[in-house]
């Protein structure tokens, strides 16, 4: 085998507590990671020598800055390969938005390696490697839906919950994950998010609960900084969601809605109102 296409799906937190500093630099997190269907198709092929990057998108760098450079850079020192490789990255998913885009190009790209290359790693090493990258990146290569602690690498997978309509927003600028976290504060009395209560609604298929569950500690620094997240979060709950939420980091924003016919009926509101609007579900292969 010497190229192979692949998926790369978005992520969201559903629920994203920061639990306080590290002494790494890092951030300790309670979250819950979901993947979606809004996904950057990868191209791997195997080349004689060097590792080449490239996009149809101008936004992303290309060279070691990017995810999916670095990954391959890692799997190939660690396991000897001589060879290079091309990687072709169709971008779908919106770049510094919060949705782990170039984790998940970086995850798949440690897939498709070790297939390329014939590897037969193992997944905890992937892991490994995918966590040297960066935070989200195990997550990515594993299941639908994780809880996941620590910088977001100790993971806890969850069975398939029910499939959620969404509509996604991204505003007009980005942020940086860096920037966000450092203006962080920890509250006094700060009471978590309730994880076991989300994940008890989640394994019931209650959508309702599960929308009025979400929570991401996060906002505090992002909405007072861009105060458009916020019109956003209003905007998609009066267009019909049942609760709407800020990504990661941001500043994508989600709604989620009962069904299709009221997400499909918020896509046209939601259209008038913003430039990059996506209707997307879970992402559940079969
Ligand atoms: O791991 P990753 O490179 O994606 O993280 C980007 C930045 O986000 C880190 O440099 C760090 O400043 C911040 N971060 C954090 N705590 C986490 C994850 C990320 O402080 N759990």
Known sequence: MKRLTIAAPAKINLILN??????????ELETIMHKIDLIDIIHVEATSEGITVESNSGLIP???DNLA???????????GIKAGVNIFIEKNIPVGA???GGSSDAAAVLTALNRVFQLKLP????QEMGAAVGSDVPFC?????????????????????PKLDLLLVMPDFQVSTAEVYRAYKIKNNYQPADTAAFIKFWQSGDIINIANCISNDLETVSIPKH????????????????????????????GIFAD???????????????????????????
């Open 141 to 161: 290569l594993g299941s639908e839906t994780a809880l996941a602690r620590g910088r977001g690498e100790l993971l806890t997978p969850l069975d398939r919950g």
């Open 260 to 286: 299709q016919k009221t997400a499909i009926n918020a896509l046209d509101i939601m259209q008038k109102l913003y430039k990059r609007v996506y209707q997307v579900t879970s992402y559940y292969r079969e």
């Open 18 to 27: 920061v639990l306080g500093t590290r002494t790494d630099g890092y951030h």
């Open 227 to 254: 105060n458009e997240i916020n019109h956003i979060k209003t905007d998609l709950r009066q267009a019909g969601a049942v609760n709407s939420l800020m990504s990661g980091s941001g500043p994508a924003v989600f």
């Open 62 to 64: 290309t060279g070691v």
């Open 123 to 126: 997944d905890d090493r992937l």
């Open 69 to 79: 450079y670095q990954a391959a850079a890692l799997l190939m020192e660690y396991n």
């Open 98 to 100: 919060g949705l782990a």
